[in-house]
């Protein structure tokens, strides 16, 4: 027989039984300890503060449980032991036991943890704690959603899936009703004077706004009226909204501080296009509130210890008003009692 023919079934027996001798994926189970940690601010209640330290302590675990396997064990097939680390890293987290959970002073969040992490199966990758983009766009791709479409892309803008999910938000944006009525500005748009791109434009309008058109023009344009006329922007840019909401939604942006009618908002329309503007406007209200009481809730302290040390005249009270609030108020003050 020919050497070239022989060789040739030499490396074919050879790919045939490297690729057959590669062991089935087993199910295993690891035990970590991991720490998240996050610090309150205007993007983030004390409670999202919380839930982000968790999540970040359950991210982990899932992470130090793919750095076993490749300290462990070495496939003799590098891609093979690629996708070993990532079903792993995707992995299902259970917490055993809480090790620490703690606030500090600068209003960070510390959660210390011992888990169980046991590996997805191939088919469950996509419910993995660091692939929610890829868990969500499956939904999506399920169910297509315009409302979903729109939270997706705010929180996912620019990730492999966002190609996919703006063709699909185009197409959904060709098919909802063309009606008059109120509708909220979800991109940026420019009131022409003729429907056409190309026309002068009037005014722009922020995203966030609130749109009523007067009528349809066509598929595309949507009139609205205004001192000067009638104008024209484009649907695409528009989400149908219904007066009630439309309404409710003007309450909510005169209540000031008031929390109450934003919760009443989402829990009343929780499927409106103006929920996920609600509730960032809801989390910011409530950072500002928490940070307001927090400054009040110190100034009483320290206005009430040195009241005390006033009264007492005591020079350890000074001290301590002193070690507490070392750029306090009275600070000057505090070192003329002797």
């Not at 938000?169 to 500005?185: I, N, W």
């Not at 007067?214 to 840019?237: C, M, N, S, Y």
Request: with cysteine; net charge neutral; proline share 4%.
């Amino acid at each position: 027989m020919h050497p070239l023919i022989i060789a040739s079934l030499f490396c074919l027996l050879a790919w045939t039984s490297a690729s057959q001798a590669t062991p089935p994926l087993k199910e295993k189970t690891f035990i970590t300890e991991a720490e998240g940690s996050a610090c309150m601010g205007d993007d983030k209640s004390r409670k999202q503060t919380e839930e982000v330290a968790r999540n970040e302590a359950k991210r982990r675990a899932a992470e130090q449980a793919a750095t076993q396997v490749r300290a462990q064990s070495r496939v003799s097939i590098g891609t093979l032991e690629e996708d070993v680390i990532k079903i792993i890293a995707t992995g299902k987290v259970r917490v055993l036991d809480v090790l620490s959970s703690a606030w500090d002073k600068e209003g960070c969040y510390k959660y210390r943890i011992r888990a169980e992490v046991t590996q997805s199966r191939p088919g469950e990758m996509q419910g993995g704690l660091i692939s929610e983009e890829e868990r969500r766009w499956a939904e999506l791709e399920d169910a297509p959603d315009l409302r979903a479409l729109d939270t997706f892309l705010a929180q996912f803008p620019n990730t492999v899936n966002s190609e996919k999910a703006r063709a699909m938000q185009a197409e959904l944006e060709a098919g909802y009703p063309r009606v008059s009525g109120p509708f909220l500005v979800y991109r940026e748009t420019t009131l022409h004077l003729r429907p056409s791109t190309q026309a002068v434009g009037i005014s722009e309008v922020a995203p966030g706004d609130i749109l009523r058109v007067a009528k349809i023009h066509d598929a595309e344009w949507a009139v609205v009226k205004r001192d000067t006329g009638q104008l024209f922007t484009p649907f695409r840019h528009l989400r149908p909204i219904s007066d009630d909401e439309a309404n409710a939604w003007m309450r909510c942006q005169k209540a000031g501080k008031d929390v109450q009618p934003w919760r009443n908002f989402l829990q009343t329309y929780p499927k409106s296009h103006l929920a996920r503007l609600a509730l960032v406007q809801l989390t910011n209200i409530e950072n500002r509130l928490e940070q307001e009481t927090g400054m009040s809730a110190r100034d009483s302290e320290e206005i009430a210890l040195w009241n005390r040390c006033l009264n007492t005249r005591d020079l350890q009270c000074a001290r301590e008003y002193r070690r507490r609030f070392p750029n306090g108020k009275f600070e000057k003050e505090s070192w003329q009692i002797r």
